[in-house]
């Protein structure tokens, strides 16, 4: 699977931002996930969705963030709200678990400021 993300952006405190991972591949029959790398820190999982729907969210954004996965398009979706000067970082989109083989991309920036 191949998957690439975009959608980032500038956003206020408090303000929402919907990311968009576009996918290649086998990703209908693929746990997917996003993921966060803030600078300075290493590559967190934010979100994961199951092929059946299930979801999981890291602590820091459960009831904030939204995950979820449109098969027919091929595309996964992170639904981003209160978003916090915290949550700024390069997002990408892969594979849960990611493989050695599976590139990363370039990822998307989203930056929460005022």
């Known amino acids: 699977v191949q998957l690439q993300a975009s959608g980032g952006g500038l956003v206020q405190p408090g303000g929402s931002l919907r990311l968009s991972c576009a996918a290649s591949?086998?990703?209908?029959?693929?746990?997917v996930g996003w993921y966060r790398q803030a600078p300075g820190k290493q590559r967190e999982l934010v979100a994961a969705?199951?092929?059946?729907?299930?979801?999981i969210y890291a602590d820091s954004v459960k009831g904030r963030f939204t995950i979820s996965r449109d098969n027919a398009k091929n595309t996964l979706y992170l639904q981003m709200n209160s978003l916090k000067p915290e949550d700024t970082a390069v997002y990408y989109c892969?594979?849960?678990?990611?493989?050695?083989?599976?590139?990363w991309g370039q990822g998307t920036l989203v930056t929460v400021s005022s």
């Open positions: 892969n594979v849960d678990p990611p493989r050695p083989w599976n590139s």
């Open positions: 969705i199951t092929v059946g729907g299930s979801t």
């Open positions: 591949g086998n990703f209908r029959i693929s746990a």
